[in-house]
T-cell receptor, first 114, second 112 residues
Framework: DTAVSQTPKYLVTQMGNDKSIKCEQN?????MYWYKQDSKKFLKIMFS???????INETVPNRFSPKSPDKAHLNLHINSLELGDSAVYFC?????????????FGPGTRLTVL | GNSVTQMEGPVTLSEEAFLTINCTYT??????LFWYVQYPGEGLQLLLK?????DKGSNKGFEATYRKETTSFHLEKGSVQVSDSAVYFC???????????FGQGTELSVKP
């Protein structure tokens, strides 16, 4: 059973398009996250949700909008894609948002904007 | 703000060599510390963690000790294998609970 899954695994699109990435976790966790990994493999948090409520919202362009229909899903919608959005996007989940909680990561979605 | 600094890679070792990847952190309060590993083309997997000072995390022959006095969490393994080739990330969660802050990653390549 896949604990944290993301679709699609690869996404190639043109500048200006709108796209979504879906994430689902079957661990029964309350908290979910989105991270961005750039071409130098640097990882940075974008958002986190706890029980469908936005908890962390880093300095991310407002073209990025997370949506959590229920606590097992956290989707990422990106409007007006730009070249600089090309990256690998990872979804993660944890039991809660506590300091000691382990975050479990999905396999990633490689987004390429042409 | 909170931050994590890792030694620069790539690190290239022969099989059965001893591995150390240095990690130091800056944080207020009492962060939890993590090592994650990313194999080529895959997501991140938790390797080990420590949640308080002097705790030692260990897994698959890897270990790291949470040293508050030196603000360090160095990763060690006594004898590396080719299958350990991956990128290793040191990370912390501080007083903004849930926000994982990563180091820049250290690429390890183990040659037979």
């Amino acid at each position: 059973d896949t604990a944290v899954s993301q679709t699609p695994k690869y996404l190639v699109t043109q500048m200006g398009n709108d796209k979504s990435i879906k994430c689902e976790q079957n661990l029964g966790h309350d908290t979910m996250y989105w991270y961005k990994q750039d071409s130098k493999k640097f990882l940075k948090i974008m958002f986190s949700y706890n029980n469908k409520e936005l908890i962390i919202n880093e300095t991310v362009p407002n073209r990025f909008s997370p949506k959590s229909p229920d606590k097992a899903h956290l989707n990422l919608h990106i409007n007006s894609l730009e070249l600089g959005d090309s990256a690998v996007y990872f979804c993660a989940s944890s039991q809660g948002g506590r300091t000691t909680d382990t975050q479990y990561f999905g396999p990633g979605t490689r987004l390429t904007v042409l | 703000g909170n931050s994590v600094t890792q030694m620069e890679g790539p690190v290239t070792l022969s099989e059965e060599a001893f591995l150390t990847i240095n990690c130091t952190y800056t944080a207020t309060g009492y962060p939890s510390l993590f090592w994650y590993v990313q194999y080529p083309g895959e997501g991140l997997q938790l390797l080990l963690k420590a949640t308080k000072a002097d705790d030692k995390g260990s897994n698959k022959g890897f270990e790291a000790t949470y040293r508050k006095e030196t603000t360090s969490f160095h990763l060690e393994k006594g004898s590396v294998q080719v299958s350990d080739s991956a990128v290793y990330f040191c990370a912390l969660v501080g007083n903004q609970g849930g926000k994982l802050i990563f180091g820049q990653g250290t690429e390890l390549s183990v040659k037979p």
